[in-house]
């Protein structure tokens, strides 16, 4: 079964910057694409950003500017290096496997178990 296993959460403060891995148990060269979401209690999970197999990538506005998405095939791995956070920045943070296709994310069922970002002011 495959797996995703995200890291690198934490509490900063606001202007502070953090960067969150998503490990994959299958090889990333395979995969069309990743993606970041994140969600607070209460709300709907919230598409951050994704990278396509060939590196396109698009970001939520929320986001442009402060956030990169990036991958490394060669260590199965996704990143999402975070800058200048906020606390509207706070949320449980998810990476997921799907498909870009003409301009559009696809999200999978293949879900990591999260990781806690929390920015104070």
């Known amino acids: 079964q495959v797996q995703l296993v995200e890291s690198g959460g934490g509490v900063v403060q606001a202007g502070e910057s953090l960067k969150l891995s998503c490990a994959g148990s299958e090889s990333s060269s395979r995969i069309n694409a990743y993606a970041w979401y994140r969600q607070v209690p209460g709300k709907e999970r919230e598409l951050v950003a994704y990278?396509?197999?060939?590196?396109?990538?698009n970001y939520a506005d929320s986001v442009k500017g402060r956030f990169t998405v990036s991958r490394d095939n060669a260590k199965n791995t996704v990143n999402l290096q975070m800058n200048n956070l906020k606390p509207e920045d706070t949320a449980n943070y998810y990476c997921n496997q799907g498909k870009y296709y003409q301009g559009t994310y696809y999200g999978g069922d293949t879900w990591g178990q999260g990781t806690q970002v929390t920015v104070s002011s």
């Open positions: 990278i396509s197999r060939g590196g396109f990538t």
